[in-house]
């Protein structure tokens, strides 16, 4: 007689939210935040345009509201400070809020990187191999949220612990 464990886990309910302006997206982050202090989980990526975002995932309990938003120095600053723990009443002003143009889509990445880290509670690194083919994958555990950086191909994984 086999038993099975039923999924308690509850079912996450995403929502994804478009918006006209860059602007009302992050003042619908700002309410959101101010109302309930809550967890973000943000991915930072740049798109076909050179445009920097991060693709954010705002969760209350089992229920979470998804949107790109455009990311520049100001509104990086703010979602950093909100995320190690700066009290709603002393995150930085943002006033402008046109995506930062991005030349180089690596580096962007890793100096996004170090800034997250810096302020990480805890980091994880996950390799995945496939097909022959090695991929990293780096998460970072903030007070607020978490920050997952998309895979980066790793051509020899022993330079990974030199």
Known sequence: ????????AP???QTIVKANSNEELFNLLKRAIGKNPTRVIITP????????????GVRFGNKEL??????NEEI????????????IDSL??????????VEDVQEWLTNNMGF???????????????????YLHNKYTLMRGRIYYPSTKVDDVLSLVE
């Open 1 to 8: 007689n086999i038993k099975f464990a039923e999924n308690t």
């Open 45 to 56: 990526r740049v798109d076909v345009a050179q445009n920097a975002y991060y693709w954010i």
């Open 92 to 101: 930085p002003e943002v006033a402008n809020f046109e995506p930062e143009q």
């Open 116 to 134: 997250h880290k810096s302020g990480a509670l805890k980091t994880e690194e996950l390799l995945t191999m496939r097909d022959g083919v090695n």
């Open 66 to 71: 998804d949107f790109k938003l455009a990311v």
């Open 11 to 13: 079912v996450l309910h």
């Open 76 to 87: 990086k600053s703010y979602l950093r400070a909100y995320m190690v723990g700066t009290e």
